[in-house]
């Protein structure tokens, strides 16, 4: 798996610089600094650029634990925040789907008063950064959660982990990193290279909304929706 140490080895190969090993990566020196900074910039550039795209989006299966309402996020790149679920799917026995819908707080505690017996789930909300079902669950059941994953900031604990964002975005960052990194040399000339990033970047939006491969995971979406009923 590709990671953020190599993507900026890669940009670092770019002005023919040494690889980074992981402790130096992980250290305090200029470099190591230099390579998380450009790594944080160009990912936050890219996460405001790219709300309506879909990127970031995971699918992660999710068993329920009988008398507990609380669903538990997975950990590592797999992660959610609460606020960025858009949706929770049941998976039932039978090969059916059913949604179940999130509700507000106030709506949230009246079905919880009134829905006292463990059950199948049939709602949810999210409150200060806990999500829950409602009524509590009586079974292990499986759930389908859609979410967006966080792209996280980059720090040396966390510089070799493996990359969120799709494949074809890697060479992107790497054009990116590389722009940030000539800044950090005090290159005159870096604002072409971030030129050069944003040219790029735009690029693989366009490819992510309109191309095919966006237009196969539409199709997929479409059937999928078709064969569960959804």
Known sequence: MVTYLD???????RQK?????????????????????????????IRRNSV??????????ITTVSGTATLTSPVGNDAWSPNLINRIVLDKSNGSYVDIP???LERAKELEDGLTTNDSPLFFYV??????????PNAAYTLQVFYQTLLTRITGSNITDTVLLPEDFHEI??????????????????????????KSLSSGYIRNKYGLKKRGKRLFRMRASRDRNL
């Open 127 to 136: 409150n200060q950064g806990v999500v829950k079902l409602i009524p509590t």
């Open 52 to 61: 309506d795209l879909d990127i970031t989006d995971k699918v992660s299966t």
């Open 173 to 198: 960052m790497v054009d990116g990193i590389f722009a940030e990194l000539r800044r950090a040399k005090g290159d005159t000339e870096w604002p072409a290279y971030w030129s050069l990033f944003e």
């Open 102 to 104: 999130q509700v507000d």
């Open 17 to 45: 610089e040494t690889p980074m090993s992981s402790s130096t990566a992980q250290g305090t020196g200029g470099e190591a600094l230099a390579a998380i900074q450009a790594t944080n910039k160009v990912l936050n550039y």
């Open 7 to 13: 993507l900026i080895n890669d940009a670092r190969g």
